[in-house]
């Protein structure tokens, strides 16, 4: 993708993921800390942050494609090159979204399958579970890491972002109103 009604699709694309990618992160640590907002946002938040992912690189190549095409300044490589490390926060926050969301489904589906009814001599399986939906050892670690994974989220999404408007904006405007400026 390289433009969109004429302008460059990175200049698009670059807000779905400085809105989208913040917002998955929060919504993972309130999800992992948080019983209440596990069971409401769990699966809407492990489809949102898969989608991040493939978006990051949709972005990143879009601007890549825009970098080849404007002036190469100190500025517009310090972001191209912040711009790539997207990926790599991206991934933590969805792989985290989808262990939160897997362990809330395992959590639904109880300890066992197969219950005898009343009267019943059938004997209860035990369901396994892979991520121990129980254990508060695993939750504490999964809490920790997720909260790990949105701040680094967060703070990527913070340089690359300043980066980008650095290189778009230093040098590019006034202090004083233009002679033109509408006046209220």
Same mark, same amino acid.
């Given at each position: 993708m390289t433009t969109v009604n004429g302008l460059p699709a990175h200049i698009l694309l670059v807000h779905a993921i400085v809105v989208l990618l913040p917002l998955a992160a #929060? #919504?993972?640590v309130l999800s992992a800390l948080w019983p209440a907002v596990r069971r409401k946002v769990a699966g809407p938040n492990a489809i949102l942050s898969v989608l991040v992912v493939v978006l990051v690189p949709i972005t990143t190549e879009a601007g890549e494609w825009l970098e080849r095409r404007i002036a190469s300044t100190p500025l517009v490589r310090t972001h191209t090159e912040l711009g790539?490390?997207? @990926?790599? @926060?991206?991934?933590?926050? /969805? @792989? #985290? /979204?989808? @262990?939160?969301?897997?362990?809330?489904?395992?959590? #639904?589906?109880?300890?066992?399958?197969?219950?005898?009814?009343?009267?019943?001599? /059938?004997?209860?399986?035990?369901?396994?579970?892979f991520l121990a939906p129980a254990s508060t050892a695993v939750t504490v670690v999964i809490a920790v890491l997720s909260i790990a994974a949105?701040?680094?989220?967060?703070?990527?999404?913070?340089?690359?972002g300043d980066s980008g408007a650095q290189a778009t904006w230093q040098g590019q405007f006034s202090s004083a109103p233009a002679p033109h400026g509408f006046e209220r």
């Open positions: #929060l #919504l993972l790539d490390t997207a @990926v790599y @926060v991206a991934i933590p926050v /969805a @792989v #985290l /979204a989808l @262990v939160v969301w897997w362990r809330h489904r395992e959590s #639904l589906q109880g300890p066992t399958s197969g219950t005898p009814s009343a009267g019943s001599t /059938a004997v209860a399986t035990r369901r396994r579970t949105a701040g680094a989220a967060w703070y990527d999404v913070y340089r690359i």
